[in-house]
């Protein structure tokens, strides 16, 4: 990538930022970049995003603010969604491949309440992970990496976290394009975005609960009595 001038390099260095005012001040440097570089900013914008959410790098949050501060907060919203997806299943296949036994020695007893939460669940996982992914029961860091643990399909989990995160993406997002507005980190919590998450949370909820009375009056979910013989 074209290189950036030393002064510049003093306020990416901060990243992740803690206040503000330095995500503020990285904003205007990339800014800038994007000026004179629009396709290098968005390939290493891309290429960072899906880095640390594939290893587990905190800091994507601030990535999305910035996110709405570069693009808006539409464009904003589709890059964060894709590449926050493309990187929790890049995460996801690399837990597959060589995090099963480092998954077990740090998340022991929240790996095994997390297999017969799946197992419970398997008739109706896309809406249990779309459930966890809007609310904060558990840290997506830890969904990302246990799911293939406990043999969570590739195809639902991905789906689930393009639409389940979309919530707290668009937060952030939409935080970012009002960047100039915010006092600090704790005004991203916009009460009626997370009302909204709430609400996407207990639609996805609602067909478990209802399958689950179900099943716990004796009744199949179609309202047939399993007990009924047909000659």
């Known amino acids: 990538m074209p290189p950036l001038s030393g002064a510049d390099w003093v306020a990416l260095r901060r990243f992740p930022p803690l206040s503000i005012d330095q995500l503020a001040d990285q904003r205007d440097v990339v800014q800038r970049y994007a000026l004179q570089h629009p396709a290098a900013l968005l390939a290493g914008y891309t290429m960072v995003y899906v880095f640390m959410q594939t290893f587990a790098i905190p800091g994507t949050v601030s990535l999305s603010l910035l996110s709405g501060a570069l693009f808006g907060i539409v464009r904003g919203l589709l890059l964060v969604a894709v590449v926050s997806t493309v990187g929790s299943c890049a995460c996801f296949t690399l837990s597959r491949l060589i995090g099963r036994a480092l998954a077990r020695a740090i998340w022991p007893d929240q790996l095994a309440k997390y297999a017969q939460e799946v197992d419970r669940r398997r008739g109706d996982l896309f809406n249990y992970l779309i459930f966890l992914r809007v609310t904060p029961i558990l840290p997506n860091i830890f969904i990302n990496i246990a799911s293939p643990v406990v043999d969570v399909p590739l195809r639902p989990f991905a789906l ?30 916009d009460y009626k975005i997370v009302l909204a998450g709430c609400v996407v949370g207990a639609i996805a909820l609602a067909p478990m609960l209802w399958r689950r009375r179900a099943n716990a009056n004796g009744r199949q979910p179609s309202g047939r009595h399993p007990d009924v013989h047909q000659e």
Request: charged fraction near 15%; include cysteine; charge should be neutral.
């Open 160 to 189: 689930a976290t393009f639409l389940g995160c979309l919530p707290n993406n668009f937060l952030a997002v939409n935080a970012g394009s009002k960047l100039g507005e915010l006092k600090s980190f704790a005004d991203l919590y």
